[in-house]
Nanobody, 120 residues
């Protein structure tokens, strides 16, 4: 069974940090690129970061650049998102997803979300 299990969300004060993890199982992680998406209340989905599991290339939305860092541990089939300098506008449900490539928008598998709440 294909699974993407996101964890690590929580409540943090502005300026704080959180580390999200996405554990993949049931499929070979290196065959997919992994993106992190978020959806804030009343807003559409935004892809904040993506990593090429084969080449290590990383991509970030302008809204999180220089604050968030995505990484992959193929041995543990896990992709992490280190979030520093959190702002109230980062409050959202965060999802990880498997894509054929960071260059395309099509998602093959979605994980369940983890809630991040940043208080001011």
């Amino acid at each position: 069974e294909v699974q993407l299990q996101a964890s690590g969300g929580g409540l943090v004060q502005a300026g704080g940090s959180l580390r999200l993890s996405c554990a993949a199982s049931g499929f070979p992680l290196r065959n997919y690129d992994i993106g992190w998406f978020r959806q804030a209340p009343g807003k559409g989905s935004e892809e904040v970061s993506c990593i090429s599991t084969s080449y290590g290339n990383t991509y970030y939305a302008d809204s999180v650049k220089d604050r968030f860092t995505i990484s992959v541990d193929l041995a543990k089939s896990t992709v992490s998102l280190q979030m520093n300098g959190l702002k109230p506008e980062d409050t959202a449900v965060y999802y990880c997803a498997a894509k054929g490539s960071c260059q395309v928008s099509d998602v093959h598998y979605w994980g369940q979300g983890t809630l991040v709440t940043v208080s001011s």
